[in-house]
């Protein structure tokens, strides 16, 4: 044997006979998966959807358990999230348009930075707008025959994922009137159960958990989804929703409604940050990276479990579900838009509801 084998041969040895990595184990541990929204709105169906197939898959088989921090249209939550560091691998926060939309329009009481954070996973969704029984029986396709209608919407505010819905509405001439400050989505479809709102929208999740039921009661009329992206950027129907038609099909039977031109653009801009990239899981900063990829690794098992996408579809919609690398690039596509489309979107908060983003 001659000496390059025998160094060759000795350090092969070496590394058979040394103890391995440490591998990351979660024997034993709580996870707490933390959503700054309430406990009734698609969030919170997202986040518990995910988090038991998650706890089947990390090593160790821990608990996950969602936890709810409400306020301030989630910046309250994220802003909670940006001081915490890594320490043990058990806590993971979720996002949604409703965070990224703050961030984007650098409302002034966000106080956190997404670079900072470690994206492990993220998924799309959709969106339903629905009517009361008496004005959805007006609906024909178009909003010609709601103009008329003086509508109230519960919101979280406009600075939220609820601009999608509200600037739709405007350019489709119907006059919604928000009531600000509700905690979740679940809380604007409490509103419309009981009356004290005629209008509403949800996340598929949110739609598919709870809305699809006052639907089939006769209680709601489904109006349009928002749409999807096909691989060209265009939008299409929701594969959540193929019978029902989009905000642009509606948009293009209804008089005065234009899918070209500024508030388009800028509507859609809103549209692709918000709703393709919707949902998102993030560990902490300074998550070391065996860590992460420990968490990519769980939730890429979830993806390739083969009954994923039938549950999946029933339960948060048929969308994709963005990991590792993935989930970076989807983060990023949501947390930017262009200069025109920001620039336009913050004129038209100051002339509809009168915010001013300082």
Known sequence: MTIKNLATSVAALALMSAPALAEVDFSGETIEWVIPFSETGGSAKWANFFAP?????????PTVVVKFMPGAGSTKGANWFQEQEYEDGTLIFGTSGSTQ???????????????????????????????????????DGSA????????????QGATRLDLVPLL?????????????????????RL??????????????????????DLVEQGKAVPMMSWGALDEDGNIVRDPTFPDMPTFKEVCEATDGCETSGDA?????????????????????????????????????????????????AKQVGKYPMFVGN???????EATTVSPEAKAFVI?????????TIK
Not at 53 to 61: D, R, Y
Not at 283 to 292: D, I, K, R, S
Not at 326 to 332: D, E, P
């Open 144 to 155: 010609n025959n709601l103009k008329d209608v003086n509508f109230i919407y519960g919101s």
């Open 168 to 188: 739709a509405w405007e350019m489709l001439g119907m006059n919604v009137e928000p009531v600000f400050g509700i905690k979740g989505r679940g809380d604007g």
């Open 326 to 332: 993935g989930a970076a690039k989807a983060t990023k």
């Open 347 to 355: 004129n038209w908060l100051k002339e509809a509801y009168g915010v």
């Open 101 to 139: 939309f703050p961030y984007l329009l650098d409302d002034p009481r966000v106080r956190y930075e997404y670079s900072d954070w470690v994206p492990v996973m993220a998924s799309g969704t959709g969106g339903v707008a629905y009517l009361n029984p008496e004005d959805g029986a007006k609906f």
């Open 53 to 61: 197939l998650l706890a089947q898959e990390l090593p160790g088989k």
């Open 264 to 312: 388009w653009d800028s509507w859609k801009a809103f549209f692709v940050a918000g709703f393709p990239s919707q949902k998102i899981a993030f560990l902490p900063n300074g998550t070391p990276q065996e860590v992460a990829d420990t968490y990519i690794a769980a939730f890429e098992a979830v993806r390739a479990r083969p009954d994923f996408a039938e549950f999946a």
């Open 191 to 212: 509103m419309f159960e009981r009356g004290e709102a005629t209008i509403d929208y949800q996340t598929s999740s949110g739609y598919l958990g709870a809305s699809a």
